[in-house]
C-alpha cells in the first residue's frame, strides 16, 4: 500500500509503504503528470539518476540509529554574543518523523544547554537550534549523550527502534556575552576657554576582548544622541583623543568587545566659558577675547559683561586704539543667529 502524508512544510510531503517484505534499498520515483500545483500545472516524471529517493533500510537492519552531530552555524572559528542561534545538523541511519519536541543536550563553557528541535521530520537530517541569553559564556562542545524527548519514529514501521545516541563533539566557536569595562576619560566634565581633547583608555585591568570604543558629540544647539550600539557612533582606539572645540560640547562614550558587546555609555558636558581681557592692544589677544578696537562693533547684548571697564581711560598716543570695554567680536551671519537663540534662552 502507498499513501502520501504531509511533510513538515509546504513543499515536503512523506510517502508510506506499507505490505512491504523482503530486504535491500527500496526507492521511490515520480511519475509524469501525478503531481501538480494549485493552478493545475502538473509535474514531469523524475530521472531514475538524479531523482529517484532511497528508502528504507538496507541489510535488513533492525534499528536507525543517530550517525553523527554537527554544529552548522555560525560557520568557522569566532566569538558570538547574546541573541544568536546556535544551529546543529543531527543525522539519522535512515528517514524519521518527529514529533513533539526532542532536545539535544550540549553545553556552553561546561554549563548544561538544551537545542531543541526546529525541522526535518521526513528526512534524515535534523535542525536543532538554541538561542544565547545573558551568562552564556565559554566554548560550545557537547558530551556523548542521547536526544531527549518528542517522538522519533522510522518513517515505514514505527516498530522499529531508535537509537538516539550521540558522540562527544567539540567546535571553536566561543560565546561571550558579558559587556566590557565602561572607558576612562581624562576629564569627565570641566569649563574651558579653549579648545582642547580628551583622552579616552580602558581601565588598569581591561578586558581581553576588548575591540574599540565608539563615540557621539553634540553642541549646545544640536541634538545629542549616545550610541546606540557598536555599530554606531565614531570608533576610536584606546589612547585615542576627542577634539572639544570651542563651544559647549557633550561627548558620550561606550567600549565594544570582539563579540560586540557593549558598556555602559560614559557622557560628559564641557562648558566653555569666554576668557576675560587682560591686553588694551587692537584685535585678538589670542584667547578668544577682542580687546578695545576701533574696528570692532559696539558691544550689545549678545556679548558677555565686560570683565574691565576702561571707560575713564584716554589713550592718544599715535595708532592706539579707542578706549572700548572688552569683549568678543559681535557674531555675523550664522553666529549672529545662534547667539541670539543662545541668549533668549538664558535671558528671563
Not at 500545483?37 to 533500510?57: E, K, Y
Amino acid at each position: 500500500t502507498v499513501s502520501v502524508l504531509p511533510g513538515d512544510s509546504a513543499n515536503a510531503r512523506i510517502v508510506s509503504l506499507g505490505g512491504i517484505s523482503g530486504s535491500g534499498t527500496l526507492a521511490i520515483r515520480l511519475a509524469a503528470a501525478t503531481a501538480s500545483d494549485n493552478a493545475g500545472n502538473t509535474a514531469a516524471g523524475s530521472s531514475a539518476d538524479s531523482q529517484s529517493i532511497a528508502l528504507g533500510l538496507s541489510g535488513g537492519a533492525t534499528t536507525v540509529s543517530v550517525n553523527s552531530v554537527a554544529f552548522a552555524a555560525p560557520t568557522g572559528t569566532g566569538i558570538s554574543s547574546i541573541d544568536v542561534n546556535l544551529d546543529f545538523a543531527v543525522t539519522t541511519s535512515a528517514i524519521v518523523t518527529v514529533s513533539g519536541t526532542p532536545t539535544l543536550p550540549f553545553k556552553i563553557g561546561g554549563a548544561a544547554r538544551n537545542a531543541t528541535y526546529v525541522s526535518g521530520s521526513g528526512t534524515t537530517s535534523l535542525l536543532f537550534r538554541y538561542k544565547t541569553i545573558d551568562g552564556d559564556n565559554g566554548l560550545v562542545a557537547w558530551d556523548a549523550g542521547d536526544l531527549t524527548g518528542g517522538t522519533m519514529s522510522y518513517w515505514g514501521d514505527p516498530t522499529v527502534a531508535i537509537a538516539r545516541a550521540f558522540t562527544a563533539g567539540t567546535t571553536t566557536r566561543s560565546i561571550d556575552t558579558m559587556p566590557p569595562d565602561a572607558p576612562v576619560l581624562s576629564a569627565n566634565s570641566s569649563t574651558f576657554s579653549a579648545p582642547f581633547n580628551v583622552t579616552v583608555t580602558r581601565v588598569s585591568t581591561p578586558d581581553a576582548t576588548f575591540k574599540e570604543f565608539r563615540y557621539t558629540t553634540a553642541g549646545l544647539d544640536d541634538t545629542f544622541a549616545p550610541p546606540s550600539n557598536c555599530a554606531s557612533g565614531t570608533v576610536l582606539a584606546s589612547g585615542g583623543t576627542i577634539a572639544i572645540p570651542r563651544e559647549t560640547t557633550k561627548v558620550a562614550v561606550m567600549a565594544c568587545d570582539t563579540a560586540g558587546n557593549s558598556s555602559s555609555t560614559i557622557v560628559a558636558t564641557y562648558t566653555f566659558v569666554w576668557p576675560a581681557c587682560t591686553a588694551t592692544r587692537c584685535g585678538s589677544t589670542g584667547n578668544g577675547c577682542y580687546d578695545n578696537t576701533a574696528a570692532m562693533a559696539p558691544r550689545s547684548i549678545l556679548s558677555p559683561p565686560a570683565t574691565t571697564s576702561l571707560s575713564g581711560a584716554r589713550n592718544t598716543a599715535p595708532g592706539s586704539c579707542p578706549p572700548r570695554a572688552c569683549g568678543p567680536r559681535a557674531p555675523t551671519g550664522n553666529a549672529r543667529s545662534r547667539a541670539k537663540a543662545r541668549h533668549s534662552q538664558k535671558v528671563t
